[in-house]
């Protein structure tokens, strides 16, 4: 068992495996990301994404403009199941962003993608807290695809960084 405790290490480095973000905040990737500028996006759904979005890409730093993040969104919310009374007992609420990662010179789309997540509601009695529920669903959505989309951009990120020849 200890041999396959210290086999296993060396086999993933053999693979080429290596961290997203190695070399820190000096790393390529970090770098990408600190210079996003984020394009504003519409609605209350648009507010929580770029929030989210600040707080993940503002963690690495600022840094000069390269890129800007346009990303549209498609919220809805669906009833599903019924009770004898026809009222939604149920419903699902989709959060969906279309997102491209232009350059600040010349505007050429260098990453073009899509990011989703939903998450499922009880429609209770009080009209208050099925509105709460679908508030909270929103946040965590936003959140979701938050973490999506920089997850995206940041293997782009490495990807562009290997081809160049740069960590």
Same mark, same amino acid.
């Given at each position: 068992m200890t041999r396959l405790a210290i086999l296993v290490p060396l086999l993933l480095t053999a693979c080429g495996l290596q961290p997203v973000y190695s070399g820190g905040r000096q /790393? *390529? $990737? *970090?770098? #990408?990301? #600190? /210079?996003i500028d984020i394009a504003p996006i519409e609605g209350r759904a648009g507010w929580l $994404?770029?929030?989210a979005l600040r707080d993940r890409i503002g963690a690495l730093g600022s840094g000069? *403009? @390269?890129y800007r993040l346009?990303? @549209?969104l498609d919220d809805q919310i669906a009833g599903l199941g019924s009770r004898s009374d026809d009222s939604v007992a149920r419903e699902r609420r989709t959060l969906r962003a279309r997102y491209q990662l232009v350059e600040a010179q010349g505007g050429a789309v260098v990453l073009d993608a899509t990011a989703g997540s939903d998450a499922g509601i009880d429609v209770v009695g009080s009209e208050y807290a099925t509105i709460a529920a679908e508030n909270t669903a929103l946040e965590r959505l936003a959140e979701t695809i938050a973490d999506q989309i920089v997850a995206r951009v940041a293997v782009h990120a490495r990807r562009e960084a290997k081809a160049a020849g740069t960590r």
């Open positions: /790393g *390529a $990737v *970090a770098q #990408a990301l #600190a /210079g $994404v770029t929030n000069p *403009a @390269r346009d990303i @549209r």
